[in-house]
């Protein structure tokens, strides 16, 4: 089983910037692609982005196309989501999840572990 730590969370004016990290633990997840959802207060849980396991492919959804980017360094058994351009409606908990196959998918059902998530909050 592997075990996923988000850290870098908080809160940001909007039009700033965070930088998400997620720390994998237990075993290796440089075969694994590695995705990013978030949940706000009363909605399900949606994609955000997604990785494979080399980082040669990524994926987005729409609402974050242009200011979000996912990256990956599997030295360090680290994925990554760097937010520019934050908007009030970017206000969720965000939470990094691995998917043991080498491509990506936006289903949540697809993934297998989860992290416990970190909270965004952006001020307008």
């Known amino acids: 089983q592997v075990q996923l730590v988000e850290s870098g969370g908080g809160l940001v004016q909007a039009g700033g910037s965070l930088r998400l990290s997620c720390a994998a633990s237990?075993?290796?997840?440089?075969?694994?692609?590695m995705g990013w959802f978030r949940q706000a207060p009363g909605k399900e849980r949606e994609f955000v982005a997604a990785?494979?396991?080399?980082?040669?492919?990524?994926s987005y959804a729409d609402s974050v196309k242009g200011r979000f980017t996912i990256s990956r360094d599997n030295a360090k058994n680290t994925v990554y989501l760097q937010m520019n351009s934050l908007k009030p409606e970017d206000t969720a908990v965000y939470y990094c999840?691995?998917?043991?196959?080498?491509?990506?998918?936006?289903?949540?059902?697809?993934?297998?572990?989860w992290g416990q998530g970190t909270q965004i909050t952006v001020s307008s």
């Open positions: 990785i494979n396991w080399s980082g040669g492919s990524t």
């Open positions: 237990g075993r290796t997840v440089n075969r694994y692609a």
């Open positions: 999840a691995a998917r043991r196959y080498v491509n990506t998918d936006y289903r949540t059902e697809e993934y297998d572990d």
